[in-house]
């Protein structure tokens, strides 16, 4: 494997685990396109972490296959496969004793690479997630709030440059502000580094914010609908589907849109503070619902008025994606 984004491969593959009933995993087919982001969703006992682990072989393949850039999973020694792989978890564990330069450097160290270089790569990462190595490299996992360490366990993650990121409930732990933030702040970083990521939820709308793909899968790991989070919102499968995204997902489907999607109105005579052209259509209904205005001007991003949008063009567009 090398350092560019991989395609995922899952080749018909099922998990059996001795004693149980049925396959955790079965017949689990799909393809995630190199450099998208894929989130997992099921309810419990769908199989996620089980199809997510078995990427990096945590979890053994029971038959079929997972490729990676088109070579198996299982043609590559595991050590070597894992180390190759980002892998981030809910409860991040870093190692308390080291700092956080050196939970950085943790993968980078085990590949024998130079002193200096790791120094040179943990620096880099810890100013990509945001968090100044001279402020935070020095540092402790205990002297860090939950959503720096999970930045810190993101930029461990990067730290060899894999072609594939897996993530387990990663932001599970957090509250809702920090984790909303540092779901942006994940995705600005997607932007430039582009890796293939697998990520398990169990929040459909956190699923919607990050997803270039949505992976829904049933009790027993049967794959109900892999398609993208507008097809799965407006166009589900099944009832199954429908009934786990939910009765709004018209409302849902408001976060996949911004204003500057829609064509506004003149805001002749409209006061009040506008809203940002960036804004999602989800977004622009809280505000509505905050002022009691029916019309509200929305401004580009250097603060010019372009325009003005209506409660009833939000309310049109919840009920088109609802159908």
Known sequence: MTSEAAEIVYDRVTKVYPGAAGPAVEELSMTVPAGEICVLLGPSG????????????LVQLTSGDIRIDGTGVGEHDVIELRRRIGYVIQQVGLFPHMTIEENVGTVPRVLGWKPGRIRDRANEL???VGLPPGEFGRRYPAQLSGGQRQRVGIARA??????????????????????????DEFLR??????KTTLFVSHDIDEAVRMADRIGILREGGRL???????????????????RFVGADRGLRALTLRRLSDLPLE?????????????ETLRTALAA??????????????DGRVIGAVTLDMLRTQTSERAR
């Open 46 to 57: 769908s199989g996620k972490t089980t199809a997510l682990t078995m990427v990096n072989r």
């Open 126 to 128: 810890l100013e990509l």
């Open 158 to 183: 990067l730290a060899a440059d894999p072609p594939v990121m897996l993530m387990d409930e990663p932001f599970g732990a957090l509250d809702p502000l920090t984790r909303e933030h540092i779901q």
């Open 189 to 194: 970083l997607h932007a430039q580094v582009r």
């Open 224 to 242: 109900a609908q892999y398609d993208t989070p507008e097809r799965i919102l407006t166009a589900p499968a099944d009832d199954f589907v429908a």
């Open 266 to 278: 003149p805001a002749d005579g409209i006061a009040g503070e506008p809203l940002g052209s960036s």
């Open 288 to 301: 509505f619902m905050a002022s009691g205005a029916d019309r509200l001007p929305v401004a580009d991003g």
